[in-house]
Nanobody, 123 residues
Framework: VQLQASGGGSVQAGGSLRLSCASSGRIFSSTSVAWFRQAPGKEREFVASINWGSRSTFYGHSVKGRFTVSRDPAENTVFLQMNSLKPEDTAVYYC?????????????????WGQGTLVTVSS
């Protein structure tokens, strides 16, 4: 399957955005879909993930309590609700998938990377 992230934009600090990761095909219950982000000059960072079948979720330390990952089986889509945004959340956000646990955070373990969507948070 191919994944496509969308929903990025520009917001002020404290604002909210919801990102979508749409799949071109069916997502199987053994699949975990994760969100990563990459700011200019920095390494790609794990943000959050969800297992399609169990709905188990896992969050990166910097976003825990502010971001929520969810999925909609009817739309084959994973969402990332981002609240209380900070300027340091500014990055290109990507989604990717793997077969297995949602607790895996290394980008190299993921596949099916889609194009990213830019999130800009101004102070």
């Amino acid at each position: 399957v191919q994944l496509q992230a969308s929903g990025g934009g520009s917001v002020q600090a404290g604002g909210s955005l919801r990102l979508s990761c749409a799949s071109s095909g069916r997502i199987f219950s053994s699949t975990s879909v994760a969100w990563f982000r990459q700011a200019p000059g920095k390494e790609r960072e794990f943000v959050a993930s969800i297992n399609w079948g169990s709905r188990s979720t896992f969050y990166g330390h910097s976003v825990k309590g502010r971001f929520t990952v969810s999925r909609d089986p009817a739309e084959n889509t994973v969402f990332l609700q981002m609240n209380s945004l900070k300027p340091e959340d500014t990055a290109v956000y990507y989604c990717a998938a793997l077969t297995g646990s949602p607790y895996i955070t290394a980008p190299s373990d993921y596949r099916n990377w889609g194009q990213g969507t830019l999130v800009t948070v101004s102070s």
